[in-house]
């Protein structure tokens, strides 16, 4: 019964490769973000979908593109991984429509760019 | 856009021990969490507060919109409550903003 899911929980991966780090929420949400925490432990926002589209696209570099079959589900789709991509990866939901703004956050996929 | 402190950075505690934690921000908003981070990264929803006081067994939190400050309490901290805890605030359809973080050491 799981409310925000992630998968991989653990990437490890090379320079160069393309990888992608799928979310899923059975809560109902409309709105589902995806947050960047660095080694720091500093956390920022990177995407944010409502409804299957983009809403928010803070300065990330256009290797990171989100993905959003169903409004379940925003995967991240990362190209040609960069040693400074490494870093934990949060995917959260909201349900904006309902006028709530609480987000719920998955357990993250911590990455690791060798 | 909206900046987040919080205070202090660092918080050790010994166990049963007392302490608040402080957010404040920089704009009006309608958005404010208070989340802990445990030692294994998990991201623990704690209070949904954008105004008013909530509790929660041995944690309770307080938020001043008016005067754009945020306070968690922590009563009688046990080990299980070390990590980091982040506040973040945001409005309808903007920006989720993170604070830096408090890192709690709850001592045995």
């Known amino acids: 019964d799981t409310a925000v899911s992630q998968t991989p929980k653990y990437l490890v991966t090379q320079m160069g490769n393309d990888k992608s780090i799928k979310c899923e929420q059975n809560l109902g949400h409309d709105t589902m973000y995806w947050y960047k925490q660095d080694s720091k432990k500093f956390l920022k926002i990177m995407f944010s979908?409502?409804?299957?589209?983009?809403?928010i696209n803070e300065t990330v570099p256009n290797r990171f593109s989100p993905k959003s079959p169903d409004k379940a589900h925003l995967n991240l789709h990362i190209n040609s991984l960069e040693l400074g991509d490494s870093a934990v990866y949060f995917c959260?939901?909201?349900?904006?429509?309902?006028?709530?703004?609480?987000?719920?956050f998955g357990p993250g996929t911590r990455l690791t760019v060798l | 856009g909206i900046q987040v402190e919080q205070s202090p950075p660092d918080l050790i505690l010994q166990e049963g021990a007392n302490s608040t934690l402080r957010c404040n921000f920089s704009?009006?908003?309608?958005?404010l969490q208070w989340f802990h981070q445990n030692p294994w990264g998990q991201l623990i929803n704690l209070f949904y507060i954008p105004s008013g006081t909530k509790q929660n067994g041995r944690l309770s939190a307080t938020t001043v919109a008016t005067e754009r400050y945020s306070l968690l309490y922590i009563s009688s901290s046990q080990t299980t409550d070390s990590g980091v805890y982040f506040c973040?605030?945001?409005?309808?359809?903007?920006?989720?903003?993170f604070g830096p973080g408090t890192r709690l050491s709850a001592l045995p």
């Open positions: 959260a939901s909201s349900d904006l429509a309902g006028g709530l703004n609480e987000q719920f």
């Open positions: 704009d009006s908003v309608n958005n």
């Open positions: 979908y409502n409804n299957k589209e983009l809403i």
């Open positions: 973040a605030v945001g409005n309808y359809g903007q920006n989720f903003v």
